[in-house]
């Protein structure tokens, strides 16, 4: 869990501790007594080791007189929720929807930083390439299989790569030209993929090489939308970091990871570099 999905949970149970000693139960076990509960459930929710449901704090503030206080602690909850999403739960219904989702995010962005260690972003991912992904990503999580849907709602966040005035600042790491997803004629498109958007205006790429020497460990990819929000992709869920002092560390090693990139001539030859790889491959596959 993030550190401040972490933090407020660790507030809201704060509160519901004062809510029940006001309330009279001066202990835990007192108040696991009236709600039927564990006590070591009322423990694990005060001392925020355990998320509080939203059925719980209908419990809670019914039996310590707090029901005004009821709509706020459930709001606080789904923040809670909304901070640390289980991919099985964001994708239950299939990845198009969570695809859709990101729109209006992407819409009201201004400036993007990117940083991708061993994977292309998706949003200049190429149609073959992206429905790779949400097959591994359905495989993964056993969702319903919408690739061809999702691949759509993928490819709309391109449109922002030329509309308005957005910034893209986008780094990968030399690992995700070589990441091989779909093999070599998928992962050749891709690349030559890479070589158109090096063009674009509003777009830098840059490339951290694998020998290149590090300032900070290459650590989780992560995309910053303007300073506002971050998401994190992990195996078990999507974090999002909306307070101000953890943008700040993911803004900071945004700009670590930029002193190892490489831009412009140098960043095309990696690229072509991995092509070429990847045509070798292909004659190999191919006998």
Known sequence: MSDQAQVTREALGARLRGFRKDAGFSSGRAFAAATGWQESKVSRIENGKQNA???????????????????????TVRHIDE????????????????????????????????????????????????????????????????????VVKRLERQ?????????FNVLLGEQALYSNHGGSEVMRAQLDRLIAVL??????????????????WLGHGFVMFDDKLVKIETSSAEISVTQPKEIELYR????????????GPAARDLILTAIEHFERL??????
């Open 53 to 75: 449901s939203e059925d719980d704090i209908r419990v809670w503030c019914e039996k310590t007189g707090h029901k005004s206080d009821l709509a706020d602690l459930i709001a």
């Open 83 to 150: 901070m640390w999403m289980e991919w099985r739960r964001h994708i239950q219904d299939g990845t198009e929807n969570l695809q859709k989702k990101s729109l209006p995010l992407y819409r009201k962005t201004k400036v993007f930083r990117v940083w991708e260690p061993n994977v292309i972003w998706g949003t200049i991912q190429t149609a073959e390439y992206a429905k790779v992904i949400f097959e591994l990503v359905s495989s993964f999580h056993e969702s319903p299989p919408d690739m061809e849907a999702a």
């Open 159 to 167: 449109r922002y790569l030329y509309e308005g005035d957005r910034i």
């Open 199 to 216: 063009a674009l205006p509003r777009l830098t790429l840059g490339i951290v090489p694998r020998s290149a020497p590090l300032v900070i």
């Open 252 to 263: 900071k090693e945004f700009e670590l990871h930029r002193q190892s990139a490489v831009y």
């Open 282 to 287: 292909g004659r190999e596959e191919r006998g």
